[in-house]
């Protein structure tokens, strides 16, 4: 019964969910027409606001670029492929692997989402070499699920967004958060987040264990499909021009990753462990920088990580465009997120009102895919 209910799901996905940006569009019309038919204004009156609120979200939305670019980047250096390599000989049956790769992946997405998303597929190969009759289908799914933690980790957008504070987040929050931001130890690293977390890592793993299915059931890989195509061509030095020489310079990688350091254990010294997106992504800047070894190396990296940024990039400006069309108010000052929150106040106490909150966040979720641009709209 449960894997009918599952291949139904997966039927239902594979028919009826276009891509994220049809999403946007599709909430964009909703917005429009909700605002025209609920706060009485003018056609022209939506456009406006969504053109106002369209650019908006630049920073953010370069911010969130940055994690999943930096996080890839850091992810696919020589020395964390090693590592992966040498974690892959420990698990001797398809139980363990499943085990190890969700508590890795689980581990790395608490550190960087895209981090994590890359580390996790990479694990998933090189375990798919070392262990007969793992199920593929299940130790990818396992190599993703510790997505499901990184919310509650060091690249969480919207924490790291209440830390950094600002006007922009006076602006966003109507005025319920102050400029000053709400600092990490009430959000990450509160006890009731580092209990989720605590209890998500020890159980997620043996979910996924319980999942795997019997030999006769068992998908399993070519592994002459896994083979490494990528092949690192060093060029001769002697053929090297001038600016070869600067593009494969160690010391280049040395100095600015001496600066860049430097800054961020000046940080640490001055302002303790209160993250934000900036310092974050420095962070995750200067470790991949200084992993691969010489800027081309880094650059041809941040070239491929760059390709999944794309969305990120696209989608933005329009969830901003219908953060605008929800607080743009008519004559009278009210807006369809007033509205909103008058209805969700009135059918919640001070109780109910946080679940309340948390269904409604959800519902927009389905629309859209992102938890930083979620939270904005």
Not at 44 to 55: A, E, P, V
Not at 209 to 220: L, Q
Not at 224 to 230: H, K, V
């Amino acid at each position: 019964m449960f894997k009918k209910f599952t291949n139904g799901c997966v039927k239902l996905v594979q028919n009826y969910l276009p891509d994220p940006f049809l999403f946007c569009i599709i909430l964009t019309f909703i917005i429009f027409i909700s605002g025209v038919l609920f706060t009485g204004q003018s056609p022209l009156s939506m456009i406006i606001h969504w053109t106002n609120g369209f650019w908006s979200l630049l920073a953010f939305a370069m911010q969130m670029a940055l994690v999943l670019v930096f996080g890839h980047t850091l992810a696919s250096a020589p020395a964390f492929k090693k590592i992966t390599k040498k974690l892959a000989r420990i698990p001797k049956t398809p139980t363990q692997a499943i085990l190890l790769v969700t508590f890795v992946s689980s581990i790395a997405c608490i550190l960087n989402w895209g981090f994590g998303l890359v580390i996790g597929a990479i694990f998933a190969k090189e375990l798919a070499k070392e262990v007969d009759g793992v199920d593929y289908r299940l130790l990818i799914a396992s190599a993703y699920s510790g997505f499901l933690l990184w919310h509650a980790g060091l690249s969480a957008s919207i924490p790291l967004t209440l830390a950094t504070g600002g006007e922009s987040l006076v602006k966003a929050t109507a005025g319920a958060v102050s400029a000053a931001g709400v600092p990490t130890s009430e959000t990450i690293f509160s006890i009731f987040n580092l209990v989720i977390v605590g209890v998500l890592v020890v159980t997620l793993p043996l979910i996924n264990r319980a999942m795997h299915p019997d030999k006769g059931s068992v998908v399993v890989i070519d592994k002459g499909l896994l083979e490494d195509e990528e092949v690192l061509v060093e060029m001769p030095k002697e053929n090297m021009t001038p600016a070869d020489k600067l593009e494969n310079s160690k010391i280049v990688t040395w100095l600015i990753s001496i600066m860049g350091f430097t800054y961020i254990i000046y940080y640490f010294i001055t302002s303790g462990f209160n993250l934000n997106l900036n310092i974050v992504n420095f962070i995750f800047l200067f470790l991949g920088i200084l992993l691969h070894g010489t800027p081309k190396r880094f650059i041809n990296a941040l070239m491929d990580g760059a390709k999944g940024a794309g969305p990120i990039l696209l989608q933005f400006p329009f969830y901003a465009g219908i953060m605008g069309m929800m607080t743009g108010a008519n004559a009278e000052g009210i807006s369809l997120a007033v509205l909103m929150s008058n209805v969700f106040v009135t059918i919640s106490n001070k109780v109910t009102f946080p679940m309340f909150s948390f269904l409604s966040a959800g519902l927009v979720n389905f629309f859209v895919p992102s938890g930083g641009g979620q939270w904005a709209v």
